[in-house]
């Protein structure tokens, strides 16, 4: 009996995995399948869905990249995500060490400016569509990539801020104080000392804010009409006509523009879950 009690229970470890393999079954079952039809034809795809008879090859694949610009589109995409994450991060960050450094005469100033911050995560981003338009037109900015970069920094200001003042406030100020005996300004405080720190924290959220860039739509298809300046997440709408829907070509567009995410959330993976434990959801 007591050999029979020191021998580990197997069994929640089996149930365990068991209802993981179940789970990442049914979250990557639906992309496996999006691959499936894009090598279907459009009848097919209507008619058989689920059939495992794939008719049309490589034909969608090549109508979507005859029919989209893709060196236009991922173009004008990375450079929405390296703008906006480069004076997004930088902004977000100093005002971020502000609210968890600075010294307020009423502690509930600073509280009222942090909550003030996190409020953008309890606004759907439909409802700013139509006042962010009207503004866009008042200011003339139509067609333009200003016109993007401005909302797009603007919905990444709360999520930006819950993470980096989360773990600013776990930061030991002993080292920063440390360094300000030695004789180090702020700027190289900030340069030389929290940000090499706190770099897995940037790393979290350069991958959730391009992510986010890569994938939006409401506010592309609103503000930006001219061809040239369309984003990857307006590629597959290419496929819809006034009458007709060209599924199969729609398919293996959304197959394209995914991809590229894949290869970069692989990527950097390693760096969300260690940017998300490392005192980030704290406070």
């Known amino acids: 009996m007591n050999e029979l009690a020191r021998k580990p229970k197997r069994w929640p470890k089996i149930v365990s995995r068991t209802f993981l393999i179940l789970v990442t079954i049914l979250l990557v079952f639906p992309f496996f399948w999006m691959v499936l039809l894009s090598f279907k034809s459009d009848t097919q795809i209507l008619n058989n869905p689920f059939s495992l008879v794939l008719d049309a090859g490589f034909s969608n694949y090549v109508r979507a990249m005859q029919v989209l610009d893709l060196k236009i589109l991922f173009g004008n995409t990375i450079f929405l995500a390296a703008t906006t994450q480069a004076v997004g991060l930088i902004i977000t960050f100093m005002s971020s060490y502000c609210l968890s450094r600075?010294?307020?005469?009423?502690?509930?100033?600073?509280?009222?400016?942090?909550?003030?911050?996190?409020?953008?995560?309890?606004?759907?981003?439909?409802?700013?569509?139509?006042?962010?338009?009207?503004?866009?037109?008042?200011?003339?900015?139509?067609?333009?990539?200003?016109?993007?970069?401005?909302?797009?920094?603007?919905?990444?200001?709360?999520?930006?801020?819950?993470?980096?003042?989360?773990?600013?406030?776990?930061?030991?100020?002993?080292v920063e104080e440390a360094a300000i005996i030695d004789g180090c300004g702020l700027f190289s405080l900030c340069a030389r000392i929290v940000i090499p720190v706190i770099k897995p924290v940037f790393a979290t959220l350069l991958v959730f804010n391009v992510v986010y860039v890569w994938n939006e739509y409401p506010l592309s298809v609103t503000l930006i009409s001219d061809i040239n300046k369309m984003t990857v997440s307006l590629g597959a709408s290419m496929f819809r006509g006034?009458?007709?829907?060209?599924?199969?070509?729609?398919?293996?567009?959304?197959?394209?523009?995914i991809l590229p995410q894949l290869v970069f959330y692989a990527f950097f993976q390693r760096f969300i879950i260690e940017g998300m434990t490392a005192g980030a959801v704290k406070g």
Not at 109 to 135: A, E, H, K, Q
Not at 248 to 253: C, D, E, T
């Open 102 to 174: 600075m010294v307020f005469r009423h502690q509930r100033i600073r509280d009222g400016l942090y909550l003030f911050f996190l409020l953008g995560l309890t606004i759907p981003s439909y409802i700013l569509l139509f006042p962010i338009y009207r503004m866009v037109v008042a200011m003339h900015l139509q067609n333009t990539y200003l016109s993007l970069i401005l909302p797009l920094i603007a919905t990444s200001i709360a999520f930006n801020t819950l993470l980096f003042v989360g773990f600013l406030r776990d930061f030991p100020s002993e």
């Open 242 to 257: 006034t009458y007709s829907m060209d599924y199969s070509g729609m398919i293996a567009a959304a197959v394209l523009i």
